[in-house]
Every structure is written in C-alpha cells, then in structure tokens.
C-alpha cells in the first residue's frame, strides 16, 4: 500500500499534457483517478475501520468547514468542484483528506 502511494506521489509531477489537457489538468485528473483506486483498495483490505486521532478530528473539522463553504460560495460548480486548470475545489481537498487517511 505504502509502495502503491509512493508512486502516485512520484508519477504525478511527471505526466506530461496529453489529450488536449494542459499540464495541471492531467495532473489532477490522474491523482483524482488513481487515489480513488487507492482509497478502494485500502477500504477493501482494511475495512471501515479507522482510529479518530486528534489530528484525523481537525482535518475532518477542516473538511467541514471546506464543504460548507464550497455550497455557500457564490457559483455553485466552481466552488465544489474547482475551476481550471487547477481544480482547486471541495472534491480535490475531499480526496486530500482520504490521502491523509491513508497515509
């Protein structure tokens, strides 16, 4: 799992802008598409459970506080899911909590 991780890590800065993509959009697309492979596997193998340290209590808290903002932001789409070529959105920050979880 761990290797599994470490190379998402690695590869990602590598990608280059293939399929009319820019350079930061397939770099998101494939940590977004890998991580969520990831995240599957490390439910399926680990199960449900997870130890609430205070540090995965604050990144939660944190979630929260991204998620309401994201639905009180004025455009709806862009706050929830970002704009390009970053992304910079609730789903990304969602998917950087489950790293965090992982890690």
Partial sequence: MQYLLLGIVALTPLLPAT???GFEQIKVIFFILTISFLGLFWVLNRGFNLKWTNLNKASF??????FVTSISGADL???FLGK???FQ????YAYLFL?????
Avoid: C, E, M, T
Avoid at 61 to 66: K, P, S, V, W
Avoid at 99 to 103: A, K, P, R, T
């Fill in 19 to 21: 399929f009319d993509f």
């Fill in 61 to 66: 808290l944190f979630i929260i506080a991204l």
């Fill in 77 to 79: 789409k862009p706050s």
């Fill in 84 to 86: 390009d070529p970053y």
């Fill in 89 to 92: 959105g609730f789903i990304l």
């Fill in 99 to 103: 790293v965090s979880l992982i890690v």
